[in-house]
């Protein structure tokens, strides 16, 4: 018998439904345990994703929360099939490397998405280097983004950035209301890619920088790439994979 460890948001809905689902199933150890079982919605499973990378720990979510886009739907029945039959993908995060004036150098992994936006009421300017070519000398905007295709349809998505198969050896670099230039809606580079963003007139035009939920104020510089010798665990439901459900996005609100 498969060993769970159910983990929820701090949601009443999701502590019943681990409540009910551990007694019925048992609740181990999470060294001990075969699968982890997220139960609320994408920011508790993305909590639970960083907290378990390079474990092999495969991790189900059922969705106790509001979208719950990475999520499966939940189910109380049959939970030991529903594991059985599931699809598991391996997801490499986003490596943030930043200097900060007040925090100095710090390091963070990102799901979702690093993203930068402007702190104050001035717009930032950001000059922005692919693989150590200046792609941009200076992009004046609210923000800027790099999304990997398991966050192309969160923040990315919501700027009007495109949607990545899971997949796809790409990674989304999108602006948030660009106002030179204008015209920019983004560019798509290879997952090998590394980008890096200076801030212009820093002091004056004051940034910051988010690597999914961990925030860093008035950052000088961002590097970002691709963490290859990082890895999660996710398993879906073979009627709803990944991949249908980024597919079915694109079509929505046709």
Request: glycine residues 6%; charged residues 20%; negative net charge.
């Amino acid at each position: 018998m498969t060993r769970f460890h159910f983990i929820a948001a701090e949601t009443q809905e999701a502590r019943a439904a681990s409540h009910k689902l551990g007694k019925r199933y048992g609740q181990s150890d999470v060294e001990n345990a075969d699968v982890i079982i997220v139960l609320g919605g994408d920011g508790t499973m993305l909590h639970v994703l960083r907290n378990f990378m390079n474990t092999n720990k495969p991790i189900y979510g059922m969705n106790r929360g509001s979208i719950g886009f990475l999520m499966n739907e939940y189910a109380e029945d049959g939970l030991d099939d529903k594991i059985a039959t599931a699809h598991m993908e391996r997801i490499h995060p986003l490596r943030m490397v930043t200097q900060s004036e007040r925090d100095g150098h710090i390091e963070a992994l990102a799901i979702n998405e690093i993203s930068l936006f402007r702190q104050s009421y001035q717009a930032a300017k950001i000059k922005i280097s692919v693989d150590d070519k200046v792609r941009m000398e200076e992009l004046i905007c609210d923000g800027v983004m790099v999304a990997t295709p398991a966050g192309s349809t969160a923040y990315n998505l919501s700027a009007q950035g495109p949607i990545l198969p899971l997949l796809a050896p790409l990674l989304a670099l999108t602006p948030v209301s660009p106002f030179r230039p204008r015209r920019w809606h983004g560019a798509l580079i290879p997952d090998t890619a590394q980008v890096h963003f200076d801030m212009l007139e820093a002091a004056k035009r004051p940034v910051n920088v988010a690597a999914d939920n961990i925030e860093v104020k008035s950052v000088q510089s961002v590097t970002v790439n691709t963490a290859k010798d990082v890895f999660a665990c996710i398993l879906f439901d073979p009627s709803h994979s990944w991949d249908e459900r980024i597919l079915s996005e694109q079509f929505r609100y046709c």
